[in-house]
Protein backbone atom coordinates (compact mmCIF):
# COMPACT_ATOMS: atom_id res chain seq x y z
CA UNK A 1 0.00 0.00 0.00
CA UNK A 2 2.89 2.16 0.50
CA UNK A 3 4.28 1.85 -2.57
CA UNK A 4 0.93 2.83 -4.26
CA UNK A 5 0.56 5.53 -1.89
CA UNK A 6 3.71 7.16 -3.79
CA UNK A 7 2.72 6.03 -7.25
CA UNK A 8 -0.53 7.93 -6.80
CA UNK A 9 1.09 10.67 -5.41
CA UNK A 10 3.31 10.79 -8.48
CA UNK A 11 0.10 11.11 -10.62
CA UNK A 12 -0.80 13.74 -8.56
CA UNK A 13 1.99 15.73 -9.05
CA UNK A 14 1.84 15.35 -12.72
CA UNK A 15 -2.20 16.34 -12.93
CA UNK A 16 -1.74 19.06 -10.57
CA UNK A 17 1.21 20.16 -12.43
CA UNK A 18 2.31 21.35 -8.66
CA UNK A 19 6.25 20.37 -8.92
CA UNK A 20 7.01 24.17 -9.72
CA UNK A 21 5.10 24.99 -6.13
CA UNK A 22 6.82 22.52 -4.12
CA UNK A 23 9.76 24.07 -5.36
CA UNK A 24 9.98 26.87 -2.30
CA UNK A 25 10.16 23.56 0.00
CA UNK A 26 13.50 22.11 -1.85
CA UNK A 27 16.72 21.91 -1.04
CA UNK A 28 18.65 25.34 0.68
CA UNK A 29 22.29 25.92 2.39
CA UNK A 30 22.66 24.36 5.72
CA UNK A 31 21.81 27.44 8.31
CA UNK A 32 24.20 28.15 10.69
CA UNK A 33 24.04 28.26 14.38
CA UNK A 34 23.67 31.79 14.51
CA UNK A 35 20.58 31.50 12.49
CA UNK A 36 18.79 28.65 13.48
CA UNK A 37 16.45 29.29 16.52
CA UNK A 38 17.40 28.35 19.66
CA UNK A 39 14.30 27.83 21.38
CA UNK A 40 10.71 27.04 21.11
CA UNK A 41 9.50 30.39 21.63
CA UNK A 42 11.74 31.84 18.83
CA UNK A 43 11.22 29.29 16.22
CA UNK A 44 7.51 29.98 16.82
CA UNK A 45 7.89 33.29 16.40
CA UNK A 46 9.82 32.95 12.96
CA UNK A 47 6.96 31.15 12.18
CA UNK A 48 3.98 33.47 13.23
CA UNK A 49 6.13 36.55 10.99
CA UNK A 50 6.67 34.46 8.29
CA UNK A 51 2.78 33.49 8.47
CA UNK A 52 2.05 37.28 8.70
CA UNK A 53 2.57 38.32 12.24
CA UNK A 54 -0.43 40.59 12.69
CA UNK A 55 -2.60 39.61 10.09
CA UNK A 56 -2.20 35.87 11.35
CA UNK A 57 -3.30 36.51 14.57
CA UNK A 58 -6.10 38.79 13.06
CA UNK A 59 -7.27 36.13 11.07
CA UNK A 60 -10.98 34.85 11.68
CA UNK A 61 -12.29 32.75 8.75
CA UNK A 62 -10.95 30.68 6.03
CA UNK A 63 -13.17 30.20 2.59
CA UNK A 64 -11.35 28.21 -0.25
CA UNK A 65 -12.41 26.69 -3.21
CA UNK A 66 -9.99 24.41 -4.81
CA UNK A 67 -9.96 20.82 -7.13
CA UNK A 68 -9.12 17.68 -5.77
CA UNK A 69 -6.96 14.89 -7.50
CA UNK A 70 -6.93 11.44 -6.25
CA UNK A 71 -6.73 8.32 -8.09
CA UNK A 72 -10.57 7.92 -7.84
CA UNK A 73 -10.48 10.97 -10.18
CA UNK A 74 -10.70 14.39 -10.06
CA UNK A 75 -13.55 16.66 -7.99
CA UNK A 76 -14.21 20.08 -7.16
CA UNK A 77 -15.00 21.27 -3.57
CA UNK A 78 -14.83 23.76 -1.38
CA UNK A 79 -13.97 24.83 2.61
CA UNK A 80 -15.28 26.76 5.00
CA UNK A 81 -13.71 27.34 9.27
CA UNK A 82 -13.32 29.73 11.39
CA UNK A 83 -10.99 30.00 14.15
CA UNK A 84 -13.00 28.33 16.63
CA UNK A 85 -13.07 25.04 14.45
CA UNK A 86 -16.62 25.62 13.08
CA UNK A 87 -15.77 23.64 9.47
CA UNK A 88 -17.94 22.45 6.45
CA UNK A 89 -16.37 20.21 3.32
CA UNK A 90 -18.00 19.86 0.29
CA UNK A 91 -16.98 17.45 -2.55
CA UNK A 92 -18.33 17.07 -5.85
CA UNK A 93 -18.89 13.08 -6.09
CA UNK A 94 -21.37 11.00 -8.76
CA UNK A 95 -24.62 12.36 -8.15
CA UNK A 96 -24.34 15.21 -6.16
CA UNK A 97 -22.53 16.94 -3.42
CA UNK A 98 -20.69 15.00 -0.30
CA UNK A 99 -21.09 17.21 2.89
CA UNK A 100 -19.28 17.13 6.09
CA UNK A 101 -19.67 19.60 8.79
CA UNK A 102 -18.95 19.95 12.02
CA UNK A 103 -19.63 22.29 15.20
CA UNK A 104 -19.87 22.85 18.66
CA UNK A 105 -23.99 21.97 18.24
CA UNK A 106 -23.15 19.12 16.48
CA UNK A 107 -21.06 17.14 13.60
CA UNK A 108 -23.07 15.39 10.17
CA UNK A 109 -22.23 14.20 6.92
CA UNK A 110 -24.32 13.31 4.19
CA UNK A 111 -24.06 11.72 0.63
CA UNK A 112 -26.60 12.33 -2.58
CA UNK A 113 -29.89 10.55 -1.62
CA UNK A 114 -28.75 9.94 1.51
CA UNK A 115 -30.15 11.06 4.95
CA UNK A 116 -27.23 12.80 7.69
CA UNK A 117 -25.33 10.95 9.78
CA UNK A 118 -24.09 12.31 12.63
CA UNK A 119 -20.22 11.86 13.61
CA UNK A 120 -19.65 12.88 16.93
CA UNK A 121 -15.73 12.81 16.80
CA UNK A 122 -15.93 15.24 13.81
CA UNK A 123 -15.88 18.53 15.64
CA UNK A 124 -13.07 17.97 18.23
CA UNK A 125 -11.05 16.55 15.04
CA UNK A 126 -11.79 19.86 12.84
CA UNK A 127 -11.14 22.02 16.09
CA UNK A 128 -7.60 20.65 16.13
CA UNK A 129 -6.74 21.31 12.93
CA UNK A 130 -7.88 24.72 12.94
CA UNK A 131 -6.01 25.27 15.78
CA UNK A 132 -2.92 24.55 13.29
CA UNK A 133 -4.43 26.22 10.26
CA UNK A 134 -4.72 29.13 12.67
CA UNK A 135 -1.33 29.30 14.17
CA UNK A 136 -2.81 28.60 17.92
CA UNK A 137 -2.03 25.03 18.58
CA UNK A 138 2.01 26.02 18.50
CA UNK A 139 1.24 28.68 21.51
CA UNK A 140 -0.31 26.60 23.29
CA UNK A 141 -4.44 27.51 22.77
CA UNK A 142 -7.23 25.49 22.98
CA UNK A 143 -5.98 22.69 25.23
CA UNK A 144 -2.61 21.87 23.30
CA UNK A 145 0.56 21.99 24.32
CA UNK A 146 3.91 22.51 21.94
CA UNK A 147 7.81 21.05 22.43
CA UNK A 148 10.54 20.65 19.95
CA UNK A 149 11.06 16.93 19.14
CA UNK A 150 14.34 16.79 17.46
CA UNK A 151 14.39 17.05 13.54
CA UNK A 152 13.18 15.09 10.15
CA UNK A 153 15.03 14.88 6.80
CA UNK A 154 11.77 15.63 4.10
CA UNK A 155 11.90 17.29 0.63
CA UNK A 156 15.75 17.27 0.60
CA UNK A 157 16.24 19.37 3.77
CA UNK A 158 16.76 19.39 7.61
CA UNK A 159 13.36 20.81 9.64
CA UNK A 160 12.48 21.19 13.18
CA UNK A 161 9.96 19.10 14.62
CA UNK A 162 7.36 20.66 16.75
CA UNK A 163 4.88 18.29 18.56
CA UNK A 164 1.82 19.51 19.61
CA UNK A 165 -0.56 17.21 21.96
CA UNK A 166 -3.81 17.44 23.28
CA UNK A 167 -3.54 14.95 26.38
CA UNK A 168 -4.33 11.90 24.67
CA UNK A 169 -2.73 9.41 21.54
CA UNK A 170 -2.57 11.77 18.99
CA UNK A 171 0.06 13.46 17.54
CA UNK A 172 0.28 16.63 15.65
CA UNK A 173 4.01 17.33 14.40
CA UNK A 174 4.65 20.72 12.91
CA UNK A 175 8.15 20.51 10.64
CA UNK A 176 9.34 24.38 10.64
CA UNK A 177 12.67 25.73 8.78
CA UNK A 178 14.70 26.49 11.85
CA UNK A 179 16.11 29.63 9.77
CA UNK A 180 12.84 31.08 8.34
CA UNK A 181 10.04 29.72 10.54
CA UNK A 182 8.62 28.60 7.14
CA UNK A 183 6.48 25.50 7.50
CA UNK A 184 7.05 22.57 5.06
CA UNK A 185 4.47 20.07 6.55
CA UNK A 186 2.65 18.09 8.89
CA UNK A 187 2.87 14.73 10.11
CA UNK A 188 -0.40 13.50 12.35
CA UNK A 189 -1.03 10.75 13.79
CA UNK A 190 -4.72 10.24 14.66
CA UNK A 191 -6.78 7.27 15.98
CA UNK A 192 -3.25 5.14 14.97
CA UNK A 193 -3.15 6.10 10.96
CA UNK A 194 -0.24 7.94 10.21
CA UNK A 195 -0.65 10.60 7.30
CA UNK A 196 1.86 13.53 5.90
CA UNK A 197 0.23 16.91 4.61
CA UNK A 198 2.62 18.46 2.44
CA UNK A 199 2.07 22.36 1.47
CA UNK A 200 3.14 24.53 -1.09
CA UNK A 201 2.50 27.29 -3.52
CA UNK A 202 2.52 30.12 -0.43
CA UNK A 203 1.09 32.88 -1.35
CA UNK A 204 0.28 35.97 0.48
CA UNK A 205 -3.77 36.35 0.66
CA UNK A 206 -4.65 39.89 3.09
CA UNK A 207 -1.53 40.14 4.58
CA UNK A 208 -1.57 36.13 5.55
CA UNK A 209 0.93 33.31 3.67
CA UNK A 210 -1.58 30.51 2.89
CA UNK A 211 -0.77 27.33 0.65
CA UNK A 212 -2.72 26.67 -2.45
CA UNK A 213 -0.99 23.23 -2.69
CA UNK A 214 -1.32 20.49 -0.40
CA UNK A 215 -0.42 16.54 -0.89
CA UNK A 216 -1.65 13.97 1.11
CA UNK A 217 0.41 10.62 1.85
CA UNK A 218 -1.40 8.42 3.07
CA UNK A 219 -1.82 5.00 2.38
CA UNK A 220 -5.73 4.90 2.99
CA UNK A 221 -6.35 7.97 1.11
CA UNK A 222 -3.74 9.68 -1.08
CA UNK A 223 -4.86 12.70 -2.45
CA UNK A 224 -3.84 16.05 -3.84
CA UNK A 225 -5.55 19.27 -3.36
CA UNK A 226 -5.00 22.37 -6.04
CA UNK A 227 -6.59 25.75 -4.10
CA UNK A 228 -7.84 28.32 -6.71
CA UNK A 229 -9.35 30.80 -4.56
CA UNK A 230 -9.14 31.85 -0.90
CA UNK A 231 -11.31 34.19 0.88
CA UNK A 232 -10.11 35.42 3.98
CA UNK A 233 -12.32 36.86 7.02
CA UNK A 234 -15.46 36.55 5.56
CA UNK A 235 -18.33 36.11 7.86
CA UNK A 236 -19.60 32.89 7.50
CA UNK A 237 -23.37 32.01 7.55
CA UNK A 238 -24.51 29.86 10.24
CA UNK A 239 -26.80 28.21 7.64
CA UNK A 240 -23.49 26.68 6.42
CA UNK A 241 -23.75 24.20 9.77
CA UNK A 242 -27.46 23.85 9.93
CA UNK A 243 -28.06 19.91 9.91
CA UNK A 244 -30.82 19.70 7.24
CA UNK A 245 -34.28 17.96 8.53
CA UNK A 246 -35.11 14.48 7.24
Known amino acids: MRCF ?10 NLAAAPALAQIAAEPPPSAAEQARTLRDLVARYRDWRGGYALESLQTIHERFTQESPAGRQSGALWVDRDGRTRRELSVDGGRQVEVASPDGAWRSAPGAAPADDPAAFERDRRLALLMFGDALVGRGGASAARAGTADLEDQTWTVVR ?6 DVYDALLDPRTGGLCCYQITEAGVKRTQLLGDWRLVDGVRMPFVELIQSAADPHGVRVSTIELNTPLDPALFAKPAG
Open 164 to 169: ISFGDA
Open 5 to 14: ARAALAILLA
